[in-house]
């Protein structure tokens, strides 16, 4: 009885035993599916048409996805707080006077942050690299036609045109502008490595290496020379000569290409009083009148040696009452200087500093040249804007209303500087591993 019991069962058990290696086998057969599907995406991918390093005659390496660099997010996190600790410290006497409301300034940098915020984070957790490909060039063509309005419709301001007023929103497209010619020549001098590489010099390394950038940089610094702002049209064509520097142009090229932006900075200093006067005020500031062109300037510098070692404390400034003009903007570094001394003036530029060099060692991880010149190129703004402000600020150079990335006051400028930031996080995701 109890064999028959045996024999009875047994079929039983073996059917159950084959469904469930069926299933087991289906299930792997779906997985080893979808893993191929992911590796063909990530080799079919257009970020491995221009490797970074290697052989061109070896196999493309699938992308790997990970997590962002954390030290950058938390370097950027902490600039944007302290620069909304020190928005609110600079403009409350200014916000009071004219908005009747001290927080004005602070409600302000936390909407346009929160929005920006809001726009970066899927752009963060789901863009591949070839998607800022498509970025870059549609910030590129969006940039020239916001120049060009802002030179038919633009509002006029501190001697020069640069916004254009949609609404309750300031747009300043030259801010656009810096960022899309970064992306722009990374997506062009990636493409065409080989030929800027070559030993070809008309045909090559000088039509592409030199020629086409010179011309994607000079039709916006055109634009922006249209609108008089001289600031802008130094920081991006300096932008652009590092991002060719660092795609492979040649040094003697740069060299030329650096001798004509100089001389079209002459000549527009030349043709704009607005600049001559700027100049004047820098090359003779103990001169001119201190109750008039030069006020701003030498309040700045009070402010600063003032404030000494350790500053007059957070809040307490007193060149915020008036005597720095709108000390939440441009000069907002003096106020820094004069409420927390030189441990705060240095605090700000360390926290740049780590910002920096942690943009610089991801670029060197990059999985590719396009990844490596943006993120590179954007860090390269970073630093550019920071020593310009600072700059301007101890009248190292004349004063041309360059402002200090995530502490002064500007919906554009913060805006755009979040989504960079957001730019280099997602691209820091995005690694290379041998097959």
């Not at 290696?21 to 792997?28: G, N, P």
């Amino acid at each position: 009885m109890d064999n028959e019991k045996e024999n009875q069962t047994a079929p039983a058990e073996d059917l159950t035993d084959k469904q469930e290696k069926k299933q087991s086998t289906a299930v792997r057969i779906i997985n080893d599916y979808k893993r191929k599907r992911e590796e063909d995406a990530a080799i079919n991918d257009v970020i491995f048409t221009e490797p970074l390093g290697g052989l061109p005659e070896e196999k493309p390496q699938p992308l790997r996805k990970g997590n962002i660099d954390v030290w950058f997010f938390l370097w950027a996190v902490m600039l944007i707080l302290f620069g909304a600790v020190m928005s609110y410290s600079a403009s409350a006497v200014y916000a009071e006077t004219y908005y009747e409301l001290s927080s004005y300034f602070l409600i302000r940098y936390i909407i346009f942050s929160g929005i920006a915020i809001a726009i970066t984070i899927p752009f963060v957790l789901f863009a591949r690299p070839w998607h800022w490909r498509i970025i870059g060039a549609g910030s590129y063509a969006l940039s020239i036609v916001l120049l060009l309005a802002v030179i038919v419709v633009g509002d006029t301001g501190g001697g020069a045109q640069r916004w254009i007023q949609v609404g309750p929103i300031t747009i300043q497209p030259s801010e656009i502008a810096k960022m899309a010619v970064v992306m722009v020549l990374a997506i062009y001098m990636s493409k065409y490595e080989k030929q800027i590489n070559s030993r070809h010099k008309f045909g090559g390394n000088f039509k592409h290496g030199v020629l086409f950038p010179m011309i994607f940089i000079g039709i916006i610094c055109v634009l922006v020379a249209l609108e008089r702002h001289i600031s802008g049209l130094m920081i991006i064509g300096m932008i652009g000569v590092m991002v060719m520097f660092l795609g492979g142009t040649r040094l003697k090229w740069l060299g030329m290409f650096l001798g004509l932006i100089g001389v079209a900075g002459v000549f527009l200093i030349l043709v704009s009083d607005y600049a001559q006067a700027r100049v004047n005020i820098w090359w003779n500031i103990d001169a001119v009148d201190p109750l008039g062109a030069a006020w701003q300037t030498l309040q700045g510098l009070y402010a600063i040696g003032s404030g000494g070692f350790f500053g007059v404390g957070l809040g307490n400034s007193r060149q915020k009452f008036g005597y720095v003009s709108e000390p939440q903007n441009d000069f907002i570094f003096s106020i820094i200087c004069e409420e927390l001394g030189f441990v705060g003036a240095f605090l700000v530029v360390f926290l740049f500093g780590l910002l920096i060099w942690r943009g610089i060692k991801i670029g060197q991880r990059a999985p590719d040249k396009f990844c490596a010149l943006v993120i590179w190129g954007l860090t390269f703004k970073i630093a550019l804007q920071v020593a310009m402000n600072i700059a301007v600020v101890t009248n190292s150079m004349p004063n041309t209303g360059i402002s200090l990335p995530f502490f002064s006051s500007g919906g554009t400028s913060l805006m755009l500087q979040i989504f960079e930031i957001g730019i280099i996080l997602s691209l820091s995701r995005y690694s290379t591993q041998k097959q």
